[in-house]
């Protein structure tokens, strides 16, 4: 299983920017799927979480700027960045709770992407 970020880069303060996380390979259904973000000299932070279902969760410092959202035909999550500002700029790594069909059960792992930069400056 591969999870593949997308959509980071360079952008002035009060802009936006949307994330893409699409996973791949051999799954049975995805769990959460989130995204955290570590600044330099940071410890690496949720910053939104979806459920399967739709339930959604955001750090407070992104409330009301950033959406997640997901589709689960195309195993792929996104989050939607409104109103950056340079406290944003990090490398932002998608999450993914992934169940498996192995050994006749299912088996659920997590997974991490590569990480993308987003930064914020004018």
């Known amino acids: 299983v591969q999870l593949q970020a997308s959509g980071g880069g360079l952008v002035q303060p009060g802009g936006s920017l949307r994330l893409s996380c699409a996973a791949s390979g051999s799954i049975f259904s995805i769990n959460n799927m989130g995204w955290y973000r570590q600044a330099p000299g940071k410890q690496r932070e949720l910053v939104a979480l979806?459920?399967?279902?739709?339930?959604?969760d955001y750090a407070d410092s992104v409330k009301g700027r950033f959406t997640i959202s997901r589709d689960n035909a195309r195993n792929t999550a996104y989050l939607q960045m409104n109103s950056l500002k340079p406290e944003d700029t990090a490398v932002y790594y998608c999450?993914?709770?992934?169940?498996?069909?192995?050994?006749?059960?299912?088996?659920?792992?997590?997974?991490w992407g590569q990480g993308t930069q987003v930064t914020v400056s004018s």
């Open positions: 979806i459920s399967s279902g739709g339930y959604t």
């Open positions: 999450n993914a709770g992934v169940r498996k069909l192995e050994d006749g059960g299912v088996h659920e792992f997590d997974y």
